[in-house]
């Protein structure tokens, strides 16, 4: 089988698609809306978070492989999260006070700013708790979780490079972290300790991993990953429906999300390019959502599916302009990106 170009495939379609599912389940949650409903059950099933954690490691780490120069390695990561990132907070901020008359003049805002403008941004102070859900924008946490995989990225490739098994050491880190996802999950923490540890990339990184294992094995050129999405669709829905419920289910279940994922990405890979035209808003439609949706609630809009179609229509609309004006014209500062 000739080996297909790693490039030309869905994930931008992909991301999309994941952001979308995120904000129906934000949305049905903080909006009140019947979570119990047959539609929202089977959009449960297919997870945005853990199709955005895979997609990195596979992109990221083949990024990297190709331009392994740290300089060049983390002004890339930079341009892509913080430009965007940046313009959102300071919409969320504008948004809170104009709605929620929230006082951003006291003593804990400059620490606060630092940390939202840095990578502590799951950290919501008590002056935001009256406003909208009561934190200011949820979904930045995940934020916090991806900037440690790009940290520990670079520091993996440097193990591999000593022990010349790279693909070995994956494997076996997968397992290990796997494992450890399994273990925290169980292990008695109080709640506060169980917030902190989930804005750690230890309970997220095996995902992370699955996608990196993915990419440097080819498999997304195997014949069963190549063009069988649909395939994998049918065995993911048998999985969730079948399966009786255990400890185990979720997270071998999230890993068959993966393989999921990167087997869509491979299948008609021409789908994005046909539908979305490179117009990536998958970001902005994730970091934007919480905001739009903290002013809604904020203002007692709530209990009906035409407020989430506003909330969803105004958060696309905010990730076309996030995407055109300031996302884009950040990532062409990008160099030797993989995509070039």
Not at 271 to 297: C, E, Q, W
Not at 311 to 335: C, D, H, N, V
Request: net charge positive; aromatic share 18%.
């Amino acid at each position: 089988m000739a080996e297909r170009d790693l490039r030309i495939n869905n994930f931008d379609l992909l991301r999309i698609l994941a952001a979308i599912q995120v904000v129906f389940s934000h949305g049905f949650h903080h909006l009140h809306l019947d979570k119990t409903s047959t539609f929202f059950q089977f959009i449960e099933l297919f997870p945005g978070v853990p199709v955005f954690f895979t997609i990195s490691g596979f992109l990221i780490s083949a990024s990297f492989e190709k331009n392994p120069g740290l300089s060049n390695y983390f002004k890339n990561r930079a341009l892509r999260i913080f430009p965007g990132l940046w313009v959102c907070i300071l919409f969320s901020i504008f948004t809170a006070f104009l709605i929620g008359k929230i006082n951003f003049f006291n003593p804990i805002t400059i620490p606060w700013l630092i940390g939202q403008f840095s990578f502590v941004q799951f950290f919501n102070p008590d002056f935001l708790r009256p406003y909208g859900t009561g934190v200011l924008n949820g979904s930045l946490w995940t934020i916090t979780v991806e900037l440690q995989f790009y940290i520990l990225l670079p520091l993996l490739y440097h193990l591999m490079k000593g022990t010349g098994k790279g693909n070995a050491l994956v494997g076996i880190l997968l397992l290990i972290f796997f494992s450890l996802a399994v273990l925290l999950h169980e292990l008695p923490f109080t709640t506060s300790q169980d917030k902190f540890i989930a804005v750690t990339f230890l309970p997220h990184f095996y995902m992370f991993l699955a996608g990196m294992l993915m990419q440097r094995l080819k498999l997304f050129n195997s014949r069963l990953i190549e063009g069988k999405g649909f395939v994998w669709i049918l065995v993911f829905i048998l999985y969730c429906y079948l399966i009786p419920d255990s400890l185990l289910k979720p997270f071998i279940g999230k890993l068959l999300l993966s393989i999921l994922t990167i087997s869509l990405a491979y299948t008609f890979p021409l789908l994005a390019k046909k539908i979305i035209r490179g117009n990536d808003l998958s970001y902005g439609t994730y970091i934007y959502h919480m905001p739009v949706i903290n002013m809604f609630v904020e203002r007692g809009l709530t209990g009906t599916y035409s407020v989430f179609i506003y909330s969803l229509a105004l958060t696309l609309l905010l990730s076309g302009i996030s995407w055109k004006y300031i996302e884009q014209k950040f990532i062409r500062m990008k160099r030797k990106s993989l995509m070039k």
